[in-house]
């Protein structure tokens, strides 16, 4: 795509203001905390509809933050404008998911290597079958390595990307739990698929806020500021991809 497709309706950028990785978390205000807290030189390079997206510098390298809003619908805009008019080859969610298997607990990190959903999404692609989200590898293999090397409770598998938050069928997370789904989130399958159709990568690494099993919970304080492991894990995952190129 050409620079004549920028500024977009939803993103008040240049092309080269983004760098080839960005964060992309669902809240502005977590966006805001990434970029403050880890960023040098943080720049404000995008406020549109108040989604604060940064650019600055982790350890030298140079590394984005942008929240995607709620949704499919919401992150499907931001990301494919991401990857398709401003030149972003790495795209890694950092956010929260409510833990529907037994075995995953509060505060612990999911990688999402795959990101089944109840969306209708892909049916834009005329596809003749079912098209399964994953991550891309590179991404999945290098946020592991780092995941270990902090020492992280994390657990890699599936997540399901739902169109409801408030399901009327209440035998949903079971069905989806007894097929080894580990999370619910409400993004990646979008962001996977996105990245898919535009020869990008994309990465999903959640913090469980609350157990949906359990109903142990997190504040909305803590979601914002709090899950700093995962945050940590994706950016030294930013890095060590901009290495690698």
Excluded at 67 to 75: L, Q
Excluded at 178 to 188: D, R
Excluded at 221 to 243: D, H, K, P, W
Aim: proline share 3%; hydrophobic share 40%.
């Amino acid at each position: 795509m050409s620079a004549k497709n920028t500024p977009t309706p939803h993103i008040n950028a240049e092309p080269g203001d983004f760098a080839q990785t960005v964060l992309m978390p669902g809240d502005p205000l977590r966006a805001k905390f990434i970029a403050g807290t880890y960023l040098e030189n943080a720049v404000l390079v995008n406020n549109v509809r108040g989604i604060q997206g940064y650019t600055g510098e982790y350890k030298g390298i140079r590394v984005s933050v942008m929240a995607s809003g709620m949704g499919m619908p919401s992150i499907g805009i931001y990301s494919y404008e991401l990857f398709n008019f401003f030149g972003v080859e790495n795209i890694i969610r950092v956010g929260t998911a409510g833990a529907i298997a037994e075995d995953v607990h509060v505060r612990d990190i999911v990688i999402a290597m795959g990101a089944c959903t109840n969306s209708n999404f892909a049916s834009q692609y005329g596809l003749s079958g079912t098209f399964a989200p994953i991550a891309s590898y590179g991404l999945m293999k290098t946020a592991i390595d780092k995941a270990n090397q902090h020492g992280a409770n994390f657990h890699v598998g599936n997540c399901l990307s739902s169109d409801t938050f408030y399901c009327d069928d209440t035998e949903a997370t079971a069905k989806w739990a007894k097929m080894g789904v580990l999370c619910v989130e409400m993004e990646a399958a979008a962001l996977y698929m996105n990245a898919a159709r535009s020869g990008k990568n994309a990465l999903g690494i959640f913090t469980v806020s609350d157990h949906i099993i359990t109903g142990e919970i997190t504040t909305a304080e803590e979601r914002q500021t709090s899950f700093t492991q995962m945050m940590e894990i994706a950016l030294e995952t930013a890095a060590e991809v901009y290495r690698q190129v």
